[in-house]
Nanobody, 123 residues
């Protein structure tokens, strides 16, 4: 059982940066893969990035590769999403989720979700 809380969202100008945090409760947090997803107004939720249980493997959507970096600090029960060179198209509610890859990374089944944090990028 894991509870996730996102933070760090806000308003930023195009080209700027934000770092999102996903804080988790539960002593088994370090065993979970964690992903970031986003949902823009009027659009479906999309995958953004994921990191495996140890932080040694990552996966990114093509739209954010080279601009976003996912990382984790298991000692702090926190996963981060560093977002650089932000574009208006990145505007969305960003949510983190925890799950298991079941041995077939980068496929992950997500079981736990946070409520999301709003990221708005102005043009």
């Amino acid at each position: 059982q894991v509870q996730l809380v996102e933070s760090g969202g806000g308003l930023v100008q195009a080209g700027g940066s934000l770092r999102l945090s996903c804080a988790a409760s539960g002593r088994t947090f370090s065993s979970y893969a964690v992903g970031w997803f986003r949902q823009a107004p009027g659009k479906e939720r999309k995958f953004v990035a994921a990191v495996n249980w140890s932080g040694g493997k990552t996966n990114y959507a093509n739209s954010v590769t080279g601009r976003f970096t996912i990382s984790r600090d298991n000692a702090k029960n926190t996963v981060y999403l560093q977002m650089n060179s932000l574009k208006p198209e990145d505007t969305a509610v960003y949510s983190c989720a925890a799950g298991s890859s079941i041995g077939n990374w980068p496929r992950v089944t997500y079981n736990y979700w946070g409520q999301g944090t709003q990221v708005t990028v102005s043009s």
